[in-house]
């Protein structure tokens, strides 16, 4: 024999919530950054400094040899950009950490017969 199931009835009232649905819009795809020449140039140097290749660093400048010491393989770019200058060139402004320190260099960029060059460089450290 089965056991004895008393039905019990629960009168349950339904409330209606509005219910928010949020639609994220579309992202657009990102763009592709094309480093602008002088952008690229100081970025191909400092790079070079970084991997301690200070032969290939010093091909960027219009003369004299890197001074950076602080670049190393465990420095980082962190931002990179570039304004135009005066007679056809450009000012590069670069923010790197190395060694927990950062670094904000401003780059004077010019054309030379050979392509761009970096004419002068100078760091400051906050």
Do not use: C
């Not at 970084?50 to 032969?55: F, I, P, Q, S």
């Not at 001074?67 to 570039?82: D, H, L, P």
């Amino acid at each position: 024999m089965l056991p004895h199931v008393a039905a019990t009835s629960k009168a349950s009232v339904a409330t209606s919530r509005p219910i928010a649905v949020v639609t994220p819009a579309p992202a657009a795809p990102p763009k592709a950054q094309v480093d602008e020449p002088a952008v690229s140039l100081v970025r191909s140097y400092l790079e070079a400094l970084a991997h301690g290749d200070r032969a290939t660093a010093s091909t960027y400048l219009a003369g004299g040899s890197p001074s950076e010491t602080f670049m190393n393989g465990g420095a980082q770019i962190v931002s990179i950009r570039s304004t135009p200058g005066s007679n056809s060139g450009y000012q590069v402004t670069a923010d790197v950490k190395s060694g927990g320190v950062e670094y904000y260099g401003t780059f004077t960029v010019a054309t030379a017969p050979s392509g761009l060059e970096i004419v002068d460089h100078y760091w400051i450290k906050p």
